[in-house]
């Protein structure tokens, strides 16, 4: 099991003393101000840090940054996103399934919406003619994971993270891991001269980055979502980018023809991937997880997709340019990708 670290240690210690007394616990998001302007910008920083400078090179590849894997946390937050359902409590030194816990009894939920068998999810285990081959590409289904093989408990596949309190799929629509893509759009903060701008903390240039507002939790995020059965995820980048940050579905033929060359031209060039594994989400469970592949695709010079306007898609609720900042709270992992990229474009964070 992953240790929290630094200032962070407290955490697990309060939490695991309310579960010792029975009481409710959960993981609190930061209060952050924005200006009033438009893109969205930090109004409270952190002090400088010493960053590493890893030139850019418009190659596809994983970083050399070393960021710490995102802990084990968001997945036992409570309750359950979407429901009034509150987890079975899981201390930080019971997470590991390689810990005997006999009185561990998580609870069973799978959303109504899941369970009703839409295209996107599966059936329940043990259904008629319903045989997953876990650990396996599945047909046009990928289920393995790329933290390696997981485990089986029951024929029911297990969190390769740990227990989250909470078995069954919940929100989520396939059994073991669901497969995810966030594209992480940036381009330089400029001044009225064209000049980059820099922080006054860091001293560093300022990266901004496409950002939604989630409906389903108010949360801000870098846009992205499932791969579909048989998807590359190259596609699955450039779908999820129109459609949730342009609402490319929404527009004229005409505009929407000239809008996806655009972004085509953007996403066929040579990204930088910045992630690829397991993520911390609240819709986790014991039985169902979220995995991705997270891209940064930058806008250099600020004359591709910079100049298209953004309009929210069906499932953000608001789309903007966001400052790189580590006091900006973002949903899930996501504060972890975005921190790779700023170190690896020698930006701000």
């Known amino acids: 099991m992953r240790r929290l670290r630094l200032n962070q240690d407290w955490i697990g210690r309060i939490r695991l ?8 616990y959960a993981v609190c998001k930061p209060e952050t101000r924005l200006s009033s302007s438009s893109p969205l910008s930090i109004i409270h920083s952190p002090s400088a840090a010493d960053w590493v400078h890893n030139p850019y090179t418009n190659t596809l590849r994983m970083t050399s940054s070393t960021v710490a894997p995102p802990p084990h946390l968001k997945s036992r937050c409570q309750p359950y996103p979407g429901s009034q359902i509150k987890r079975f409590p899981v201390p930080d030194d019971k997470v ?23 295209t996107w999810a599966d059936p329940d285990l043990g259904s008629k003619a319903f045989s997953p081959r876990f650990n396996r590409v599945d047909g046009p289904v990928d289920r393995t994971s790329f933290l390696g093989d997981y485990e089986l408990l029951q024929n029911r596949p297990l969190n390769p993270r740990g227990r989250t309190g909470l078995a069954g799929r919940g929100l989520l629509g396939r059994w073991g891991p669901n497969h995810a893509a966030d594209p992480i759009v940036t381009r330089w903060k400029v001044d009225a001269t064209g000049q980059k701008v820099s922080h006054p903390a860091s001293r560093r240039p300022v990266l901004q980055f496409i950002s939604i507002k989630r409906k389903d939790c108010g949360e801000w995020a870098v846009p992205g979502g499932m791969v579909d059965p048989g998807e590359t995820v190259t596609l699955t980048l450039q779908r999820e980018f129109s459609e949730e940050a342009l609402n490319s579905l929404a527009l004229p033929a005409a505009e929407r023809a000239q809008t996806h060359q655009r972004i085509t031209q953007l996403f066929t060039a040579p990204g930088l991937q910045v992630y690829r594994g397991y993520v911390d989400d609240p819709r986790n469970t014991d039985n169902a997880w979220m995995e991705t592949v997270a891209v940064n695709f930058h806008d250099e010079t600020g004359n591709s997709v910079s100049e298209l306007p953004l309009q929210a898609g069906d499932d953000a609720g608001q789309v903007t340019w966001v400052d790189l900042d580590s006091a900006f709270p973002l949903y899930a992992s996501h504060s972890h990708f975005l921190e790779t990229v700023a170190k690896e474009r020698g930006a701000h964070w």
């Open 96 to 118: 590991d399934w390689s810990m005997v816990w006999p009185q561990y009894l998580p609870v069973q939920h799978t959303d109504p919406n899941v369970a009703s068998r839409p």
């Open 17 to 24: 003393a309310l579960t010792i007394v029975g009481l409710p």
